[in-house]
């Protein structure tokens, strides 16, 4: 049994980085082939960004499953071995957290390497070394604090419920609903400042927008992000009349009203379809087949192991897995996802009015240029990692002539998040 689960995860890291390597190939010979979207200096540009973080997550993938086998081989029973607590809960706690804060200080270099090189050289980190540090501390105390809270409820469940696995998953799951409406006032508290909309004409076509589609919302905001990244987003955030708009001030700078309303319009088109919970439903999915798996584990595994079937080694395997199933789960969730993203551009176009089709259209160029988008990718890339449709696709389906450009057959993308 301890070896099928090794081979699993095995070759989810083997397609994973084919996957990456076939990014990285593809991305390299269009690069160099007449520019789409963008001119040739940033097309080139875009493919070497794109590269530079493919091979890192290769890097990563290594790291991760070095990690997993050495997790796998004695990291846990060594964690049990080195922490003693006479309280069983508190001992569960101590372990399991052990567990996610030597993984978090592990990981800790890649996310230093992506921010301070990789994207320092291309232009998108603001951030300074001091806020690093901040912005890690303040996330690896809500992280211990927090968790800590989760793996109790955890683990009283297990102590209490027979089906421990289904009450395990409505308690998370009531969990990740929850952060989806506290989101955005936690990242206001401990990171961006969020402050609200002061152009009145701006908020009241906002505003305008949102009655439109019966979306009731508690303000527009605006986001100081661009004192940690160039990058232009925006979100909507919460349940109810909890909701928020948020805008990051990148992206107020660099688009127009009316590519801007576009962009809204397009989110709420994601309101209006109901996508939000379409997601949380999947998400859902996802989590009840991993309790249900991991709460019917065969006690030969334990002992394959040579630890008894406590509740910390159930979390901990349940967590070394969950990436995945999240890549097998990925590409039907994808499907989903790229369609809802078509249906959103079409009411955002609706929304925009006459001209709205060509506003949305610039405003996802822009997004191609600003974000430095490299607007091709492989198809098996798009199949296990793309949420949003390929930008290309996008701009065809919103009427965009593309004139004679040089795909190669192979579909585009765009990772800009709206």
Known sequence: MLMSIVGIYTLYVLVSIYTSV?????VNQAKRKSAILLTQAEYLKAGNYTVAKEKLSIVNSFVDYLLFILWIGFGIS?????????SEVVMNIAIVMGFVLINALISLPFSYYQKFVLDKEYGFNKSTLGLFIKDTLISLVMTLVLGSLVVWGIYEIISSFALWWLWSFVFIFAIVIGINMLYPAFRAMFFDKLTPLEDEN???????????????????????????DARLNAYFGGFGRAKRVVLFDTLIEKLTTKELLAVLGHELGHFAHGDIYKNIAMVGAMLFAMFALFGNLPEALFLELGMSQTPYLTMILLMLFMPVLGFI???????????????????GSELGGAAGSI?????????????????????LY?????????VLERLRELGV????????SLEGKCEANI
């Open 202 to 228: 701006l908020d009241d076509a906002i505003k305008s927008l949102m009655d439109r589609t019966g979306f009731v919302s508690s303000g527009v905001f605006v986001s100081d992000a661009s004192k940690r």
């Open 22 to 26: 076939m990014q990285i190939g593809f």
């Open 382 to 390: 798009i199949f296990f990692h793309y949420t949003h449709p390929p």
């Open 78 to 86: 060594l964690l049990e071995q080195n922490l003693f607590f006479q």
């Open 401 to 408: 002539a593309l004139g004679d450009a040089d795909e190669s």
């Open 329 to 347: 789960m990925m590409p039907l969730m994808g499907i989903v996802s790229r369609s809802n993203e078509y249906a959103a551009d079409r009411m």
């Open 359 to 379: 506003e949305l259209a610039n405003a996802l160029q822009k997004l191609v240029t600003e974000n430095k988008s490299f607007p091709l990718s492989h198809p």
